[in-house]
């Protein structure tokens, strides 16, 4: 029987007509809507729409958003993550309505006590959502001088920088010297290793526009393309790490030089899923089919839902690597590499026993 990732293939998909949509977390108080405040006093949004959800009786952060607009919609008095998910989508759906302006972007601001997993998965376990949505990564504001006491003490900070693409460091204006510590820097790091670290405060909204509007034509570079440019950290850390948080969380990147056979993959992803979908805090890759040489099928999951998997037109650059960021929660990053090997082995040796028993593993 086909399993959750497999079913998918059959699914509706129609890639270049979903709008892209930008998740904004980060914990209470660590600087989300000034940042976003400082992104709206930037030109050309037009098309933008933005989505608040605050936990409180009565929504402030809508009034502290200098510029609002009938673009602008609070989902107060509740949490986003539970209570207001039924207003997230109805929100959303009648968003993806208008039709004047056209809606290009959108951006939710999450409360700063959402887990951002459940919203994730609203985006891809929502049928209406998923056809007309596509989920273009995920911001998390980190503050500088509270972030270590933070981390420590409350579990949603810890997902929400965990499962971001971008990592927004703010108040460094209230650091001695106004640079974070190593220690800062090394616990992000270990966190998430493989979002991109924003430090100087300046170029913080240039670098969220760029988020929100790419890619700014999803038919050309749909959601997903964006997660494969490393930061110079990334560049610079040594590759032979898989960071472990001390809430177990870790993340690692499985990658393949040789094109994997779909069968075995597919094979691979839904048991991956069965067994530790619960554990998969979030899911992101481009992946080499042998039978789809020259386009890339982008994968993105939280926990048990996957988005269908789309192809992009062409791959981004030179680089044609099956390359698959995990975030985890204790999931053994090696187990995992391993058993992509044997299924993959597996169907080579039923193609073609002579070939298998030749070929070089799969694994860089
Ligand atoms: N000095 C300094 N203050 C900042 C910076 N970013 C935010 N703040 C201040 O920190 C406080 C909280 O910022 P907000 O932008 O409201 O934080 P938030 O994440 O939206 O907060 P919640 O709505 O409670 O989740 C405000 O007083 C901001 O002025 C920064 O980079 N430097």
Redesign the pocket.
Known sequence: MAGHFSSLLTADRRAGERVPVTVLT?F???????LLNRLLQQPDLRGMAVIVN?FGEVGI?HD?ITQTSDDTILLANGCMCCSVRGDLVAAMNRLGERTDPPLRHVLIET??LADPGPILRTMMGDAAIRGRFALAGVAC?VDAVLCMGTLDRHAESVQQAAVADHLFL??T??LEGGAPSPELLARLRELNSVARLHVA?DAQPQALRELVQSPKDSSEVPAGAMYYRPSQADADAPKDSAPVHRDGISSFVVERDQPLPRDAFFAWLDMVIAMRGEDLLRVKGLVHLADEPDRPMVIHGVQHLFHPPEFLPAWPGQDRRTRIVFITRGVDAQAMDETLDVLVHRHMRRASPTAAAASPKTHP
């Open positions: 980060g209470l108080g660590s600087g989300k809507t000034t605050e952060d502290l409360s700063g504001t703010t108040k204006d209230l405060r």
